[in-house]
């Protein structure tokens, strides 16, 4: 596609649920990073993929928090027993990572709220 | 550790004048640095990046900054505001001595410009 492309846009639950959060990056682009915007802050890094692999998963805030990328291109965010603290914007972007000086595209988002 | 600082939560400014959107940061090898914009309900769009070379550098929409290593500052300018500028804007930094590092972002400067 020509952008990041995230679904769902908006997902309400009620605390305890499974979520999951797609992302479908620019065609080619081999890093993929999550980030988390609560309201009023800057997004907060939480994993990024280089292929299939989770490079760095260093800003997953515990671990009823997961992603994958089985093949190096869609991503999923999976949240566990979800709590309301864990409402936010959940954004996806991806890379060229051409030298490490590569900007990322951002997705717009998808909005989370755990009633 | 590296980090952002946007000392202003925001900036008003009437609509022809010039605007200053302030960035500090802090990184242990060299900084790669970067200004994102976000309008209401939508991701982050890229603006401009500096890699290396010359400390300023001209984006989209207008935008420049300025790159200043002595005093670890990253300045958003614009020689003559328009209302659509309206936005918040963040700040982000890499460490460019770690391929595939995480941009960390700033807080955010909300920008309102006002006919």
Same mark, same amino acid.
């Given at each position: 596609?020509?952008?990041?492309?995230?679904?769902?846009?908006?997902?309400?639950? @009620?605390?305890?649920?499974?979520?999951?959060?797609?992302?479908?990056?620019?065609?080619?682009?081999?890093?993929?990073?999550?980030?988390?915007?609560?309201?009023?802050?800057?997004? @907060?890094?939480?994993?990024?993929?280089?292929?299939?692999?989770?490079?760095?998963?260093?800003?997953?805030?515990?671990?009823?928090?997961?992603?994958?990328?089985? @093949? *190096?291109?869609?991503?999923?965010?999976?949240?566990?027993?979800?709590?309301?603290?864990?409402?936010?914007?959940?954004?996806?972007?991806?890379?060229?990572?051409?030298?490490?000086?590569?900007?990322?595209?951002? *997705?717009? *988002?998808?909005?989370?709220?755990?009633? | 550790?590296?980090?952002?600082?946007?000392?202003? +939560?925001?900036?008003?400014?009437?609509?022809?004048?010039?605007?200053?959107?302030? !960035?500090?940061?802090?990184? $242990?090898?060299?900084?790669?640095?970067?200004?994102?914009?976000?309008?209401?309900?939508?991701?982050?769009?890229?603006?401009?990046?500096?890699?290396?070379? +010359?400390?300023?550098?001209?984006?989209?929409?207008?935008?420049?900054?300025?790159?200043?290593?002595?005093?670890? $500052?990253?300045?958003?300018?614009?020689?003559?505001?328009?209302?659509? +500028? $309206?936005?918040?804007?963040? !700040?982000?930094?890499? +460490?460019?001595?770690?391929?595939?590092?995480?941009?960390?972002?700033?807080?955010?400067?909300r920008l309102m410009v006002k006919p």
């Open positions: 596609g020509a952008g990041v492309s995230q679904t769902p846009s908006n997902k309400v639950t @009620e605390k305890g649920k499974y979520v999951e959060l797609r992302c479908d990056p620019i065609s080619g682009h081999t890093a993929l990073y999550w980030y988390r915007q609560s309201l009023g802050q800057g997004p @907060e890094f939480l994993i990024y993929f280089q292929g299939t692999g989770a490079a760095d998963d260093s800003g997953l805030p515990n671990d009823r928090f997961f992603a994958v990328r089985p @093949e *190096g291109s869609v991503s999923t965010l999976k949240i566990q027993r979800t709590e309301r603290g864990d409402s936010a914007v959940y954004l996806c972007a991806s890379s060229s990572l051409a030298g490490n000086t590569g900007e990322l595209f951002f *997705g717009e *988002g998808s909005r989370l709220t755990v009633l | 550790a590296q980090s952002v600082a946007q000392p202003e +939560d925001q900036v008003n400014v009437a609509e022809g004048n010039p605007l200053t959107v302030k !960035c500090t940061y802090s990184v $242990s090898g060299n900084p790669y640095l970067f200004w994102y914009v976000q309008y209401p309900n939508r991701g982050l769009q890229f603006l401009l990046k500096y890699i290396t070379g +010359d400390n300023l550098v001209k984006g989209s929409y207008g935008f420049e900054a300025e790159f200043n290593k002595s005093q670890t $500052s990253f300045h958003l300018k614009k020689p003559s505001a328009l209302v659509s +500028d $309206s936005a918040l804007y963040f !700040c982000a930094v890499r +460490d460019g001595g770690n391929a595939g590092n995480m941009l960390t972002f700033g807080g955010g400067t």
